[in-house]
């Protein structure tokens, strides 16, 4: 790990600046921060990359890598506990409804977070989750920091519990197949379905939908209706398939190379 994120806040001397990001990280987060370069680093897209030495340019896409695991547990975790009695379907389309790209970016600018994060104007104009990726990387900033406990309980009794209406989440249906099929077009990948019938209940049939992405297993499903089974495979592999969008879209970024461009 980069030797400036084991420093904490109490034996720095901070400038202007650094008082002034301290606040609003306090207001967006509601605690104070120990370790401050750590939720720096977090708040920075691969577009606007920090030159920390020649040649080494760092951003926030290891943090949005560890944040992503332990958003997923902890909203696991919280629905657990909501909803003793749902079964492993329900909870499992729970948690995909709040950990979609869609909803961590509504999430991100409803806590303050665009007011923070480092990002060229450019890749504003083709990336849509700049914002919901940025938060998974905050997420990751405060287990290095604080821990596992602590991050839970900012993230259910600060963000979940504020900004999402489970009742009203619980009523949505996304189309993830439709959105599967136009992804796959833009990227002219090849998709398809293997949808069959599952189980021995003649008298109740199940069906089983694998969804294949060029060949290659990204979902698999269980539904009463090869419908339900074909969402419930395609709900599995959205986040692979908007990843692959996104890092298309990446590609007409042109990432900052101004070696003035140092950790704030």
């Given at each position: 790990?980069?030797?400036f994120?084991s420093k904490p ?20 987060l ?9 939720y720096k680093?977090?708040l920075?897209?691969r577009s ?20 992503d695991?332990i958003?997923?547990a902890i ?6 506990a909501?909803f ?10 729970m948690?995909?409804k709040?950990v979609s ?34 938060l ?8 290095i920091?604080k821990g596992f406990?602590f991050?839970?309980?900012v ?7 504020r ?17 599967i ?12 379905f293997?949808t069959?019938?599952?189980?021995d209940n ?8 694998i969804l ?5 297993e990204?979902?698999?499903?269980l539904?009463?209706s090869?419908k339900?089974?074909e969402?419930?495979?395609?709900m599995?592999?959205?986040d692979?398939?908007?990843g ?6 990446q ?7 101004d ?5 704030i």
């Amino acid at each position: 790990m980069l030797k400036f994120l084991s420093k904490p806040i109490r034996r720095l001397r901070l400038t202007a600046a650094d008082k002034e990001f301290y606040q609003n990280l306090k207001k967006i987060l509601g605690f104070a921060p120990d370790n401050l370069d750590v939720y720096k680093l977090a708040l920075v897209h691969r577009s606007a990359s920090l030159i920390i030495s020649p040649g080494q340019k760092v951003d926030n896409e290891r943090l949005e890598y560890l944040g992503d695991a332990i958003l997923d547990a902890i909203v696991a975790d919280y629905l657990f506990a909501e909803f003793p009695n749902s079964d492993e379907g329900f909870l499992t389309k729970m948690r995909a409804k709040i950990v979609s790209r869609n909803n961590m970016n509504q999430l991100a600018i409803s806590i303050g977070l665009p007011e923070v994060v480092k990002v060229n104007n450019g890749a504003l104009n083709h990336q849509k989750y700049i914002y919901g990726n940025a938060l998974e990387a905050i997420v990751g900033a405060m287990f290095i920091d604080k821990g596992f406990k602590f991050t839970s309980d900012v993230v259910v009794n600060n963000f979940l519990r504020r900004h999402i209406n489970l009742e009203e989440l619980e009523n949505i249906e996304h189309d993830y197949k439709s959105r599967i099929l136009e992804i796959a077009q833009k990227l002219h990948i090849k998709v398809a379905f293997d949808t069959h019938e599952y189980g021995d209940n003649k008298q109740k049939p199940q069906f089983e939908a694998i969804l294949l992405w060029n060949g290659k297993e990204i979902g698999r499903g269980l539904g009463q209706s090869k419908k339900e089974a074909e969402q419930q495979a395609s709900m599995q592999g959205i986040d692979l398939a908007e990843g692959e969008l996104q890092s298309e879209k990446q590609k007409e970024d042109t990432p900052n190379e101004d070696p003035k461009n140092e950790l704030i």
